[in-house]
């Protein structure tokens, strides 16, 4: 496998359980696009983290 998608995959990881938790969660009555949920999914990997590199540096 190529080494960035696994990169990719792996940022997208939480993200996407972030996703799936927030959308049977939140009662959001329009669903989300198949595009909003790869950019919500990109943006909670990326800030998950974000949070978890000061914790493990620290």
Known sequence: M????ISLAVTFF?????MLLFE???NYSPK???FKFGIYSFVFGVASYLILQ?????
């Open 54 to 58: 000061p914790l493990i540096f620290s």
């Open 2 to 5: 190529n080494e960035a998608v």
């Open 24 to 26: 049977n969660y939140l």
């Open 32 to 34: 989300l696009t198949t």
């Open 14 to 18: 939480p993200g996407i359980i972030a």
